[in-house]
């Protein structure tokens, strides 16, 4: 079982924290994304469990093993760089077989291990090119090749799909889950988009200027963002975000949103009152019905649904809705939320309180 | 049809009119330089001239004869070859580790930086001068520290003697010319991507392995474009051997180009001159034409 630990680690660069101290514990055979917006510290993170960054204090063990005075060719780990990194001078094979030449591999093992990589990753018909006759996803599935052949414990990618085009990035994202599900070797992915981390991971790491926000699987990520920079963070249209506050009515609960107001359970009303943080999904707004009104500021057909921009007093939503476009920008309607769905979070520090409406509901399935 | 076409016919007209305009001055000044010169210097080999006067006689292929004929010429190509692949040798291997060294996280890297390339500006002239003096026989800086480190115990004349003197201006050359080589593999060692060396690491490669697996096949085509250049500009260097032994002790250190110099001014015989000249270049058109080849390559 190859386990990867990181215990209060922790990496400055001179006088600059990026990862004040960073404590996660990936399982063996998950898929767990490092998700964050540029500067978050997700690279570090990953560099400094390949080897490639020493950590400034703290603690990093992959399969119970300290690696802290291990090289990045003796933890047991292969690399995918966004890059790519192929050596350009040599062709597919031999930049495939390159690790096991390093590591003194007979002749014969290195062709069949070649063989057999090549042929899960339908590599065979490129072998003898070089790298700048590949297209990217050729390239990208070298780089993978190169990882895969080794056969490490934990597969380490970064931002490996971000040079492709969207439609290849669709396809390699699905090559990738399958990839994962037949190796079931440990995989630690970093990405700034959240789409890769939410199709692949069994749990996505949220992190935000070095410090881990949310460690969890990807529904309860978006059914239960840990706090408000994760609820905005994740979800696209993001979640819209308004203060509120949250008042006592008789046994009751009830929500101001400017000059709205929602009903809640009465046990909210123990909190009641102060100050909080509302998030509300696109999803979660009910429009054509209900007892608001709001100006229709902008209609953003995709399709299959529509994405609408509201503006309710000061209020500004967003709204999805299914299907082609039925409302104009310019006119009013009326709209509901769905309060069932509501987020609420401390207004002081963001995080998310207990007392929550969604936690009576169960996460829709993952 | 015919007058839809026809603006666009005039149009293209004056743009192959106005592609000729702008062509025009390089090509006039390089036949001014190049073609002009060299085509002279075809035609007055064909004569026997006295140089001051440029006087004389057609003489047909008989300095040609004269050149290859004599063991002059085979000599000091032999001469020439041996200066040019020993200066060239240090100057890459000595260009090679300075660039690797300057491209670390050292002390001090923009000041050795800047440093690196002080022989490179130097002056032949005043370079060959200090040169003279620290190799000096009887009050030269190199022998008194040779003999102050025991390494030889008395003078060594270093320009009187052979091999003292080729292997003295085979130095002072490697000295004079590796920044150029140093400037140009630096340039290249910074564009190769970080990521590979990390690529490498993980992959199980040593330092060693890196240099060799990494550095060196990127270093390839800039390595070969400095050699080649190099190599022409080695061969035909003339100032620098010149003026540290002009071409001695007797003709142990008298290249190609000494020799056209000998004969242009010190025998006043243009004519056989130009043939050397003419041969010179025959030997150096196999580099060039190595030169075209890859950088035409590269092109394409």
Known sequence: ?366 | MAEAALPGARLERRDALLGLALIAPTVLVLGAVIVYPLLSAIYLSLFSLYTPTLEGHWVGLANYRAVFGSGGFWSALATTAVWTVGTLTLQVLFGLAMALLLHQNILFRSLARSLVLFPYFLSTVVAVLVWRWLFNDLYGVVNHALMAAGIIDAPVSWLGTMPNAMLSIIVVGAWKFFPFVVIAILARLQTIPEALYEAARIDGAGPVSRFFDITLPQLRDVLTIVILLRTVWDFKEFDLIYLMTGGGPVNGTRTLPLIVYQQAFGLNQMGLAAAHAVAMMLVMLVFMLAYLRRAGGRVA
């Open chain 1, 1 to 366: 079982m190859v386990q990867v630990v990181f215990d209060k680690v922790r990496k400055a660069f001179g006088d600059t924290v990026t990862i004040p101290g960073l404590d996660l514990v990936i399982e063996s055979g998950e898929f767990v994304s490092l998700l964050g917006p540029s500067g978050c510290g997700k690279s570090t993170t990953l560099r400094m469990l390949a080897g490639l960054e020493q950590p400034s204090g703290g603690r990093i063990s992959i399969g119970g093993r300290d690696v802290a005075n291990l090289p990045p060719a003796e933890r047991d780990i292969a690399m995918v760089f966004q890059s790519y990194a192929l050596y350009p001078h040599m062709t597919v094979a031999e930049n495939i077989r390159y690790p096991l030449r390093k590591r003194g591999v007979p002749k014969p093992e290195q062709a069949t291990r070649l063989a057999e990589v090549a042929a899960l990753l339908q590599l065979e018909p490129l072998l003898d090119r070089k790298p700048r006759q590949l297209s990217g996803g050729q390239q990208q599935r070298v780089a993978l090749g190169r990882a895969l052949v080794r056969d490490p414990s934990v597969f380490l990618l970064d931002e490996p799909l971000s040079n492709l085009d969207a439609a290849l990035r669709a396809h390699m994202r699905a090559e990738l889950i399958e990839l994962h599900r037949r190796l079931g070797k440990t995989m630690v992915y970093v990405t700034h988009d959240q789409l890769e981390a939410m199709t692949m991971s069994t749990r996505i790491a949220v992190m935000k200027d070095g410090v881990l926000q949310q460690f969890a699987p990807p529904a309860e990520i978006y059914d239960r963002p840990a706090n408000r920079f994760v609820a905005g963070f994740i979800g696209t249209p993001s979640m819209a975000l308004a203060e509120a506050t949250l008042l006592r009515d008789g046994g009751g609960a009830r929500l101001q949103i400017g000059a709205m107001m929602i009903d809640l359970p009465g046990r909210h009303a123990a909190a009641a009152p102060c100050a909080v943080t509302v998030g509300i999904r696109p999803e979660d707004i009910v429009v054509g019905q209900g007892p608001w009104q709001a100006l229709v500021r902008l209609v953003e057909p995709t399709g299959h649904e529509t994405i609408v921009a509201l503006e309710a007093g000061d209020l500004a939503l967003t709204a999805r809705i299914p299907g082609g476009p039925r409302l104009h920008a310019g006119e009013t309607v009326a709209f509901d939320v769905n309060r069932a769905r509501l987020h609420l979070f401390a207004a002081d520090d963001g995080h998310r309180l207990a007392l929550d409406i969604t936690d009576t509901t169960p996460p829709r399935s993952a």
